[in-house]
């Protein structure tokens, strides 16, 4: 079996959750490089299926291989996780037994020395996690109005030198477009006063860009619109996210099912009243684990 190199963010707690057993069917609409997917697998042997979903060819290329020893029990389909529904309905699959979504960029993709996730090398301004999708990063800095770029920092990065940034982000391009992502940390690091300490100058302005490209908070918005209906009764959905954007949508959303708002059908029960956040040991083994945060959800 490939070994896989970093280990799936909060793998105990998550499969605890799923309640793994044979039988069951699962979704999994962020597989990745297939880390949670394949102890799914494991522990719902020999008859549970994971129905696995990423929008990213090259993460779907992983887990295949990684997968591989469960041939038979898995299916994977390049969509992103918001047709949920439609890809179990074109697999005559009702209702599932556990859904997970382990949300943002993997460490591949992060990792990747050409697709720009990442201020810490030089790559083109790029930050699609699918092949498919078509705006880049460097068409937003490149086109975006400085009031719009500013509030696209503010509001998908909390950066509070948004105003600052954006506009020397527009002197910068006057003089020659901005290509790279050394060129716009070089930019952001003129914009913003020196940290003595804390996270890098540029990790707002970068999170504010992939959230914009990816569209990341209306595939989430999207997909938490159809989840109520993918599960079978007494089944769990998960979710994994990595900023607080995101996490204050899953609360919100769970809340109000818990409460039963604006359904009829059968409530849900919180299992996670506070997010399930890794443990320090965890965190010190896979330092991007830190920001991760689980939420939990029962359908009765
Ligand atoms: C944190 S990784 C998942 C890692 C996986 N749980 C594992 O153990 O290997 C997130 C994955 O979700 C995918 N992804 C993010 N947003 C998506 C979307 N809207 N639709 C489909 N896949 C998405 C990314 O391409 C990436 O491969």
Redesign the pocket.
Known sequence: MEE?R?L??LLEEVLKVLDCRPGRVYA??????????REILERSSPTGRVIG????EE?LER?RKNLSPFAGRFELRR????ECKSVLESLSIPGVDGV?L????????LESRDRGFSFRWDAPLDMR??QETMTTAQDLVRKLPAAELETLLREFGEERWARRIARNIVRRRQKAPLRTTRELVEVIERSVPPQRRGIHPATRTFQALRISV?E?LN?LEAFLADAPELLNPGRRLCI?S?HSLEDRIVKNHFREWARGEGRKNPPFALLTPKPVVPSAEEISRNPRARSAKMRAIEKL
């Open positions: 896989i970093h799936p963010v999994d609409g962020t597989v990745g490089g297939g880390g949670h997917s979903l990423d929008w990213d993460a887990a969509a992103n996780y918001k997970l382990d949300l943002g960029v993997s460490s591949e993709q996690m699918s990816n990341e595939n994994i990595y």
